[in-house]
T-cell receptor, first 109, second 112 residues
């Protein structure tokens, strides 16, 4: 079964601390994985995808097929990073995304 | 900029009423989606459509139907609303199967 697991509902860190939002997946074959973010009172939007291997707003995510993980990382958190983060997996047909339950990141000064 | 517009931001309906949620996108995207977003449950796919008049069930289609008569418009229909359908409904669109979904602002439905 295709599944995305985000084990943390809430992650609270101080400004300047490193951040790691965990995501594990279950999938047969080569997965396509994404991170989406929803800032307060804004639309849900794509943050990054694993195939692009880019850094967006200082965030990176590496696909680890051995551990079936796609954790989102940032070395120094900023207050404006506070948001809800969703990990998502493209379904087998590639037609829709399966989302995790989300992790709320709270960065305080 | 891609714009996905959901016609109603907030709705309050009574149990048993028929509810229409409308979504329009302006970027000629083939794919359109309806998700519901609930705290602690994340986003769950209700239905999606990859072409006019085509639809596929998602993970939780029970109690819902959809309509896509024109490429830019995708409607979600609750034939007989129930209290457990109180939720935030998100519409999204994407170009083919890129995985980059563009979301609307959401429609918060309360069923009393």
């Amino acid at each position: 079964a295709q599944r995305v697991t985000q084990p943390e509902k809430l992650l609270s860190v101080f400004k300047g601390a490193p951040v790691e939002l965990k995501c594990n997946y279950s999938y047969s074959g080569s997965p396509e994985l994404f991170w989406y973010v929803q800032y307060s009172r804004q639309r849900l939007q794509l943050l990054l995808r694993h195939i692009s291997r880019e850094s967006i707003k200082g965030f990176t995510a590496d696909l680890n097929k051995g551990e079936t993980s796609f954790h989102l990382k940032k070395p120094f958190a900023q207050e404006e990073d506070s948001a809800m983060y969703y990990c998502a997996l493209s379904n087998q047909a590639g037609t829709a995304l399966i989302f995790g339950k989300g992790t709320t990141l709270s960065v305080s000064s | 900029d891609v714009k996905v517009t959901q016609s109603s931001r907030y709705l309050v309906k009574r149990t048993g009423e028929k509810v229409f949620l409308e979504c329009v996108q302006d970027m000629d995207h083939e794919n359109m989606f309806w998700y519901r977003q609930d705290p602690g449950l994340g986003l769950r796919l209700i239905y999606f459509s990859y072409d006019v008049k085509m639809k596929e069930k998602g993970d939780i289609p029970e109690g819902y139907s959809v309509s896509r008569e024109k490429k830019e418009r995708f409607s979600l229909i609750l034939e007989s609303a129930s209290t457990n359908q109180t939720s935030m409904y998100l519409c999204a669109s994407s170009y083919l199967n890129t995985g980059e979904l563009f979301f609307g602002e959401g429609s918060r439905l309360t069923v009393l």
